[in-house]
């Protein structure tokens, strides 16, 4: 999503956030035992590893839940074995979804993603058909109040992010992939606390919605991705103004 749909759709989720911490816990949890299961159980050499336990803690991840993570992905603790998969698809309007899994079964994930798709209207695409509309950045989304441009510019830049972008009630902060790990310890370090961080495919074009029905089909399609047990981000190329959010 663009920034500005983004940040919208993130401030439209805190208001749920309760009732989804279940959600999130499952997803750190997985994404952990992976980080660890590849770069091992020491933060301190592992940039992956420390990135997400900083997103854990942020979210008030039990500290037992996070040790039995981790310590499944190094093997210490009996766990499941996950892969990573990507899914392309169209929504209504012929919005561009990419929706990222983090499974132990890939029957049923992609069961669950295509029937939402086919509920919604929309349709699944090969994997890989949506890479000419899509770059992979590091994001961080940031509250303006109390903080400040200059600030920010002096700390992600000085981290190696590429660009900080004010969208007025909140600041953008662009990096590539490789730099996401320092530009967030650097943001840790002076204590600013983005409200959502991660590696998003961010859209070259974006098609903008103004019909509240197609916005609402939309909304709800992403919605449903999202809720799925196996779904770790779901990135899309919309834009709706926030009055159609509700």
């Given at each position: 999503m663009s920034g500005h749909s983004k940040w919208a759709t993130t401030k439209r989720h805190k208001a749920a956030i309760d009732a989804k911490r279940g959600k999130i816990f499952s997803v750190l949890a997985k994404d952990l035992a992976l980080a660890a299961r590849a770069g091992g159980g020491d933060p301190n050499s592992n940039a992956k590893l420390r990135?997400?336990?900083?997103?854990?803690?942020?979210a008030n991840m039990p500290t037992d839940n996070i040790d039995r993570a981790v310590k499944k992905g190094t093997g210490e603790l009996?766990?499941?074995?996950?892969?990573?998969?990507?899914?392309?698809?169209?929504?209504?309007?012929?919005?561009?979804?990419?929706?990222?899994?983090?499974?132990d079964n890939k029957n049923r994930a992609v069961g669950e993603i295509r029937a939402a798709f086919?509920?919604?209207?929309?349709?699944?695409?090969?994997?890989?058909?949506?890479?000419?509309?899509?770059?992979?950045?590091?994001?961080?989304?940031?509250?303006?109040?109390?903080?400040?441009?200059?600030?920010?510019?002096?700390?992600?830049?000085?981290?190696g992010a590429d660009d900080v972008i004010s969208h007025g009630d909140h600041f953008e902060i662009l990096c590539a992939p490789s730099a996401f790990d320092a530009v967030a310890k650097a943001l840790e370090d002076k204590g600013v606390k983005p409200d959502e961080?991660?590696?998003?495919?961010?859209?070259?074009?974006?098609?903008?919605?103004?019909?509240?029905?197609?916005?609402?089909?939309?909304?709800?399609?992403?919605?449903t991705l999202d809720d799925l047990d196996d779904v770790r981000a779901v990135h899309a190329n919309h834009e709706v103004d926030d009055a159609l959010l509700g």
């Open positions: 990135t997400l336990l900083l997103k854990a803690r942020a009996p766990g499941v074995s996950y892969e990573e998969i990507r899914y392309d698809g169209y929504g209504p309007a012929g919005v561009n979804i990419i929706v990222e899994v983090t499974t086919t509920k919604a209207g929309g349709s699944l695409a090969t994997t890989g058909a949506l890479d000419f509309n899509f770059q992979r950045k590091g994001q961080f989304l940031i509250n303006a109040e109390g903080n400040s441009e200059d600030a920010l510019m002096e700390i992600a830049l000085d981290a961080s991660e590696i998003a495919y961010l859209p070259n074009a974006t098609i903008r919605i103004t019909d509240p029905a197609v916005a609402k089909s939309v909304m709800r399609l992403v919605d």
